[in-house]
């Protein structure tokens, strides 16, 4: 998960100030405004399929755009934090935190705020709630901000990469994290094995439906599990933790590449994390590269390097990920930011490329969305969603060829 500073912060659920209800609207969004496309429905083209390879969605959000096998079920593939199959679009909360749920995305859209440095009154307010808080309190709403954190960004994920896409659908792959502190489960070697053997089921879900562009706003990188091991075990030599973070990211980067390799007509696009360091040094499963894969980095509203987006020449493509409007699950709208938005932002421009040529592969995407970016002052290549739709129009054959794309200005 790659929300920022919300898994940093905390304070009382049970002792929720009242906040205002609607997030602060971000400035005007001019700078990527003038890269985007508009795409118009059309009724003879067929849905382009994106895979929500995430932490769940809700699904009562997006009534008519769930991708549906034969039977006229809905395409979902799930595994819980134990790494056991559970195939519901979102995990089953406890009513101790499930019942805080308007409560807590106020809270979310207020750190929010406090991650972008605007001076909204529900920032304000959570901020004085912060320094009132006693420890209790702060472990209670730790606990239930992580949960709901990781429940949510699923959802938020989904409603960005289907913006503006009326030909599209989705099929889901829910994935959840272990929960508490400290934390539940602890991890083991066989969790790993079964982490690994979940993700390939996955990945091989979201293709075999048939998904051509699949998101992927995680890297499940080494820190993680050797944080999860420093917690739960730590009696447990720092040597036997470290290799079993280790062989945890190795394995699971095996089942990704192979997966992947197998799958040459689909484009999969990960994020890179928010840790502001090199790829190399975060080290995630996802540090490979495929001509099908693509690794994101996050640059600001105007274009602009932040100094959390993770970098390196693994990472070859940057898009906004700056306080991008995304719904929370029951619909309250948030404005996150996180190489987990601009992921999905890069996702839904390559939809839209296969809405104007759906013969393109995963290479032809990801060659077609790096070769159309341009540079910002510091050297990332930045997105542009119009340039790469245009060019993959022009690659499709007269008779699938849809209309020109219009600007977005």
């Known amino acids: 998960m790659t929300f920022r500073a919300r898994n940093t912060l905390a ?19 001019g700078f990527w405004d003038g890269r985007e496309v508009l795409l118009s429905a059309s009724p003879v083209a067929p849905k382009v399929r994106i895979g929500i390879w995430d ?6 959000l997006f009534v008519g755009r769930i991708a549906q096998n034969e039977s006229g079920q809905d395409l979902i593939r799930g595994y819980d934090a134990f790494k056991l199959r559970q195939d519901t679009p979102t995990a089953k909360l406890p009513a101790s935190v499930s019942v805080w749920q308007d409560e807590l995305n106020r809270v979310l859209q207020a750190f929010d705020d406090i991650d972008s440095n605007v001076d909204s009154p529900q920032a304000r307010a959570l901020t004085r709630r912060l320094k009132q808080q006693s420890p ?5 709403f730790d606990e239930a901000v992580q949960r709901w954190t990781g429940y949510s960004h699923g959802t938020a994920v989904a409603d960005i990469a289907l913006a503006g896409l009326e030909q599209a659908e989705i099929v ?9 502190s400290p934390p539940v489960p602890c991890w083991t070697r066989e969790l790993a094995d079964r982490e690994a053997a979940s993700i390939g089921d996955q990945l091989k879900f979201l293709v ?14 080494e820190g993680a599990y050797l944080g999860n091991l420093e917690k739960c075990a730590p009696d447990t030599p720092i040597e036997e933790r470290s290799a079993l973070a280790r062989y945890t990211v190795d394995t699971i980067r095996t089942a990704l590449r192979d997966g992947m390799a197998a799958a040459p007509d689909v484009l999969f696009v990960g994020a890179s994390g928010n840790a502001g360091t090199t790829v190399r040094a975060a080290n995630p499963a996802t540090r490979f590269s495929l001509p099908n894969f693509l690794l994101v980095g996050a640059v600001d509203r105007n274009g602009a390097a932040t100094d959390w987006s993770n970098a390196g020449p693994e990472v070859t493509l940057y898009a906004n990920g700056d306080r991008v409007p995304a719904r929370l699950p029951g619909g309250a709208l948030s404005y996150p930011s996180g190489t987990s938005m601009a992921t999905p932002v890069i996702v839904n421009a390559a939809a839209k490329m296969l809405f104007v040529n759906p013969r393109l592969s995963g ?6 969305l790096e070769e159309t970016a341009d540079l910002n002052a510091t050297g990332q290549p930045l997105l542009h969603t119009r340039r790469a739709v245009e060019a993959a129009r022009k690659l499709a054959t007269p008779s699938e060829r849809q209309p020109s794309p219009e600007s977005g200005q």
């Not at 932490?55 to 009562?60: F, Q, R």
């Not at 209790?136 to 209670?140: M, R």
């Not at 699949?214 to 499940?220: A, E, K, L, V």
């Not at 290479?363 to 077609?368: H, K, N, W, Y």
């Open 172 to 180: 889901i792959a829910r994935m959840e994290w272990w929960h508490g």
């Open 11 to 29: 304070a009382a659920v049970i002792c929720l100030i009242a906040l205002v209800a609607n997030a602060s609207e971000p400035a005007g969004r």
């Open 363 to 368: 290479a032809q995407m990801r060659s077609l």
């Open 55 to 60: 932490s769940g969605v809700d699904t009562a």
């Open 208 to 221: 075999e439906n048939k998904a051509r562009v699949i998101n992927m706003s995680w890297g499940r990188a």
């Open 136 to 140: 209790e309190e702060q472990a209670l």
